[in-house]
Every structure is written in structure tokens, then in C-alpha cells.
């Protein structure tokens, strides 16, 4: 017997966040679409322990790791939903780079 690292308890409670969070999208081609509360912008929101959180951004800090502070994710040409949360379908950009991406016709989407 051993107690467990730091490191694996954070690998675990991720493991079970994401099983939680997963619970509640329903599978669409590739896409992991959120199923539960949407906020203003058209995004999940998503309570996790007590705070609430983009659900899109927790998925991608669950299974790729932190997001610094700042960044943005914006959901790639095949993705169809702002409610997709497979962090596949997202790519971490600087506000400056992500910007570019939506000049005109574009609604600005995270
Ligand atoms: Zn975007
Ligand atoms: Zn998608």
C-alpha cells in the first residue's frame, strides 16, 4: 500500500470529470455535443465541483491539460456546434491569432 501521488490524483479526478461530463453529450459523427444547460453566447456551461466553466474548455483541460490564462479555443472548420466539446475539434489560440479567424461573416465564436 502507498498513498497516491499528487500526479495521479489529479490524472483520477480529470478520469472521473470527464466521465461525468461525457454523460451528459450525445454523440453526433465526431462531434461531443453538450446536452445540458447553454449560456448566452451559445456555449455549454458546465458545473464542475462547485464552479461553473465553459464546457467546451473543460473537456479540452481534462483530456489535454491546462488552457493558459488568456487563451482561447476556437471550434475547427469541421466541427458543427458551438455544444461540441471533443477537444479534436478545438484548437488553443492566442486572442490575436483567433481574431484573424473571424474577421467578417463569422458570428465571433470562441
Ligand atoms: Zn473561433
Ligand atoms: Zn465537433
Not at 5 to 13: G, K, Q, R, T, V
Not at 55 to 67: D, M, N, P, T, V
Request: aromatic letters at 12%; proline letters at 2%; glycine letters at 10%.
Amino acid at each position: 500500500m502507498r498513498e497516491l501521488s499528487d500526479n495521479e490524483l489529479i490524472l483520477l479526478s480529470r478520469e472521473r470529470g470527464l466521465k461525468h461530463l461525457l454523460a451528459r453529450c450525445t454523440i453526433i459523427g465526431d462531434c461531443w455535443i453538450f446536452q445540458g444547460v447553454v449560456d448566452d453566447w451559445g456555449y455549454g456551461r458546465y458545473n464542475y465541483e462547485g464552479k461553473y466553466y465553459r464546457a467546451h474548455r473543460l473537456a479540452y483541460q481534462f483530456i489535454k491539460g491546462e488552457i493558459e490564462d488568456g487563451m482561447h479555443l476556437h471550434h475547427i472548420d469541421i466541427c458543427t456546434s458551438k455544444l461540441c466539446i471533443n477537444p479534436d475539434h478545438l484548437e488553443l489560440l492566442t486572442p490575436t491569432e483567433h481574431g484573424k479567424l473571424h474577421t467578417k461573416n463569422f458570428g465571433y465564436r470562441y
